[in-house]
Antibody, heavy 126, light 111 residues
Framework: VQLEESGPGLVKPSQTLSLTCTVS??????????WTWIRQPAGKGLEWIGR???????NYNPSLKSRVTISLDRSNNRFSLILTSATAADTAVYYC???????????????????WGNGTTVTVSS | NFMLTQPHSVSESPGKTVTISCTRN????????VQWYQQRPGSSPTTVIY?????LSGVPDRFSASIDTSSNSASLTISGLKTEDEADYYC??????????FGGGTKLTVL
């Protein structure tokens, strides 16, 4: 399974950040995985942005929810991230990833990333 | 919501054993499974451990993990340290809305 991010590396402040992740070796129609965006500012830690399921259902980080949309393109086996009203604080490496939903012996669900893309750097600057 | 706190850095010599902690500040560490990721310099993260202590396929058995309810923390232990283990390590859990929560990361230096 491979994931590859693509999109503009430079976005002006207040404009919209838009990225696409192309999936190979698996299908975004998968019933066993979610498709996820995670970002990492330079020298800092990882921040989960959100995920989408084949049904189109989404979950977003509450801190970004008002500005984020994740969508699926089933015909081209890819998914996308839109982040509106970008600021310098959105400058980061953006990773797309495949997220697994596991079930433990108690029948409880848990979530983790099992495949990561290589990441793409997005700079928000005028 | 809760936070996961990791030491900023740890260091150890090749061949030795090192343990990286991940402490949850509210709620039980046992209530939501913990995962661990390795990020080598200049690379994207890779998954090392899922469901508290399960190694992903291909991960050497030098890597092990556990949770400790008395300290409300999870730990990643790497034995027989190699220079290739030098990386940032992140713990991760999830909240009631299934949002992923990451720890701040620990830089492991193998010197």
């Amino acid at each position: 399974v491979q994931l590859e991010e693509s999109g503009p590396g430079l976005v002006k402040p207040s404009q919209t950040l838009s990225l696409t992740c192309t999936v190979s070796g698996d299908s975004v129609r998968s019933l066993t995985h979610y498709w996820t965006w995670i970002r990492q500012p330079a020298g800092k830690g990882l921040e989960w942005i959100g995920r989408i399921y084949t049904s189109g259902n989404t979950n977003y980080n509450p801190s970004l929810k008002s500005r984020v949309t994740i969508s699926l393109d089933r015909s081209n086996n890819r998914f996308s991230l839109i982040l509106t009203s970008a600021t310098a604080a959105d400058t980061a490496v953006y990773y797309c990833a495949r997220e697994a939903e596991g079930t433990d012996r108690s029948g409880d669900y848990y979530y983790y990333v099992d495949v990561w893309g290589n990441g793409t750097t997005v700079t928000v600057s005028s | 919501n809760f936070m996961l706190t990791q030491p900023h850095s740890v260091s150890e010599s090749p061949g030795k054993t090192v343990t990286i902690s991940c402490t949850r500040n509210s709620g039980s560490i046992a209530s939501d499974h913990v995962q661990w990721y390795q990020q080598r310099p200049g690379s994207s993260p890779t998954t090392v451990i899922y469901e508290d202590n399960q190694r992903l396929s291909g991960v050497p058995d030098r890597f092990s993990a556990s949770i400790d309810t008395s300290s409300n923390s999870a730990s990643l232990t790497i034995s027989g340290l190699k220079t290739e283990d030098e990386a940032d390590y992140y713990c991760q859990s999830y909240d009631r809305s299934s949002s992923l929560i990451f720890g701040g990361g620990t830089k492991l230096t193998v010197l």
